[in-house]
């Protein structure tokens, strides 16, 4: 018998749901004369192609830090090549029954996935999936007649309402209860060994987010020590250090959400703030866009209000250019996309700044933008950058509505009064100040080597809400 752990979007040890009950059932039925372990991770070819460089080094630096982990209990971390079905039927090969465990992953293709491997174990084996991703399991919390929200509000009312320590409390994954069964790994052949991935992060790729554990508890735990009380205060300027960062360890599980919720009530029971709780609003938003993309898959391809797939978009490759690059003369939504260029990371405000900027002004498709961040974010997560595409495009669920359009003079001078987070990305405008900074004069621009605006914001503004319109009408 082998007994596999398939780490995923989970590369930790500690607090992880399937690690815990993979352990509990080596204490009980590991034979050392027969049994073997394998732990293992799947290096997918084809989607690392998809993926850009900050992003795979991120996740190698995670990989790395497991490794040393499990090397601490004597076992080792195998990471295979190949897709997650090839990989399954080569491990078959050595042996005539297989225990697989691993966390489940709630976006539909994944689920595809999981799906293909439980029939391929099924005539050989047994695959035990389990929750570590969210609090509450997509399906599990429905409205009173049964069916899916689909508005935020509702959602984190019954959320909240049925939330309880027992949901996020730790699960006991200590490897010390089974280091005495470390001399009995399963070792396959060809696979990508540890000094293979360190050579990966010799890499010259400038990135603002480390990988691992300990570098995940850094930022939790300085977020947490004093600036989560000035969260619902500071969250929306850009050039305040006033975010907890920990998206990208979130969706690589590196920490756990049930960690995060722990900490954010403990928080709460030793000092009262609107701070924390703005803080947990937003980790339900990102289990209210789970459960949107589960039972909702065809947000995959399409928008979630489906008639605004019909929406004639410009799509002018030219302009998508410029807004990819930071050049469309708008100063804060070009240093938003710097510093998604820059760092593999954007603030969540210029997130919303620059999709509707897209969407909006540009009348770009904003499939197109959702994929430029997929390929760029280190902290990509399908359903929360879907649901966040959608809602500054107004074709999602909750969405902005499409004729409330941000103006992005009065964006940034709202959110970034000083012009000191447009400064810090876009260095040719560091010498001018007040109005200047948000809608420099179209003398200054040329010496400055800065364009001039790509588009009349309110020209285009007028041109959007006729197209939202059209498409209105044509559904009734």
């Known amino acids: 018998m082998l007994y596999a752990f398939w780490f995923r979007?989970?590369?930790?040890?500690?607090?992880?749901?399937?690690?815990?009950?993979?352990?509990?059932?080596?204490?009980?039925?590991?034979?050392?004369?027969?049994?073997?372990i394998l732990f293992f991770y799947i290096k997918n070819n084809d989607k690392f192609n998809?993926?850009?460089?900050?992003?795979?080094?991120?996740?190698?630096?995670?990989?790395?830090?497991?490794?040393?982990?499990?090397?601490?209990?004597?076992?080792?971390?195998?990471?295979?090549?190949?897709?997650?079905?090839?990989v399954i039927k080569k491990i078959f090969n050595d042996f005539d029954s297989i225990t697989l465990f691993a966390n489940k992953q709630f976006e539909p293709y994944c689920i595809k996935r999981d799906n293909l491997i439980a029939d391929l174990v099924r005539a050989r084996g047994t695959f035990h999936l389990f929750n570590d991703a969210v609090i509450s399991e997509p399906g599990s919390l429905l409205k009173d007649d049964g069916l899916p929200y689909t508005v935020y509000t509702p959602y984190k009312k019954k959320f909240l309402n049925l939330l309880n320590n027992h949901l996020y409390k730790e699960h006991n994954s200590d490897l010390a209860r089974i280091k005495k069964f470390s001399n009995h790994q399963y070792e396959p052949g060809r696979r990508i060994t540890i000094k293979d991935i360190a050579r990966k992060l010799t890499q010259n790729e400038s990135v603002f987010f480390k990988g691992g554990r300990k570098e995940a508890l850094k930022l939790l735990n300085n977020f947490l020590s004093d600036k989560i009380f000035e969260y619902d205060r500071n969250r929306d300027f850009p050039s305040l250090n006033a975010t907890s960062l920990?998206?990208?360890?979130?969706?690589?599980?590196?920490?756990?959400?049930?960690?995060?919720?722990?900490?954010?009530?403990?928080?709460?029971?030793?000092?009262?703030?609107k701070g924390v709780e703005v803080w947990i609003s937003e980790l339900i938003w990102r289990e209210f866009y789970y459960q949107i993309a589960f039972h909702f898959p065809y947000v995959i391809d399409g928008a979630f209000k489906k008639e605004y797939d019909n929406i004639q978009w410009e799509n002018d490759n030219d302009k998508f250019v410029r807004w990819c690059n930071g050049l469309t003369g708008y100063p804060i939504v070009d240093a938003g996309m710097r510093q998604l260029l820059k760092e593999g990371w954007m603030h969540n405000r210029l997130r919303m700044i620059t999709a509707m900027f897209l969407t909006k002004d540009l009348l770009i498709d904003w499939k197109w933008g959702e994929k430029f961040f997929a390929e760029h974010l280190i902290d990509l997560d399908f359903a929360n950058n879907n649901g966040g595409w959608q809602w500054s495009a107004?074709?999602?669920?909750?969405?902005?509505?499409?004729?409330?359009?941000f103006n992005p003079y009065l964006?940034?001078?709202?959110?970034?009064?000083?012009?000191?987070y447009i400064k810090k990305y876009l260095p040719e405008l560091s010498n001018l100040n007040g109005?200047?900074?948000h809608k420099p004069e179209l003398e200054l621009l040329k010496p400055l080597n800065y364009p001039p605006p790509i588009v009349d914001?309110?020209?285009?503004?007028?041109?959007?809400?006729s197209k939202y319109k059209e498409v209105i009408k044509f559904k009734n």
């Open 246 to 273: 920990i998206s990208p360890h979130l969706h690589f599980g590196t920490i756990s959400i049930r960690e995060c919720f722990r900490l954010a009530f403990d928080k709460i029971k030793n000092k009262n703030s």
């Open 9 to 36: 979007k989970d590369l930790r040890i500690i607090d992880n749901n399937a690690l815990s009950v993979f352990i509990d059932l080596l204490e009980n039925k590991f034979n050392p004369s027969c049994d073997r």
């Open 457 to 465: 914001h309110f020209k285009m503004k007028e041109l959007a809400i």
């Open 435 to 437: 109005d200047l900074i």
């Open 50 to 86: 998809y993926y850009g460089k900050k992003r795979v080094k991120f996740l190698f630096e995670c990989l790395v830090d497991l490794e040393n982990s499990l090397k601490k209990y004597g076992f080792d971390l195998i990471i295979l090549n190949g897709s997650a079905d090839e």
């Open 411 to 420: 964006q940034s001078k709202k959110f970034d009064p000083e012009g000191l």
């Open 394 to 405: 107004s074709t999602g669920c909750d969405a902005q509505p499409y004729f409330r359009i």
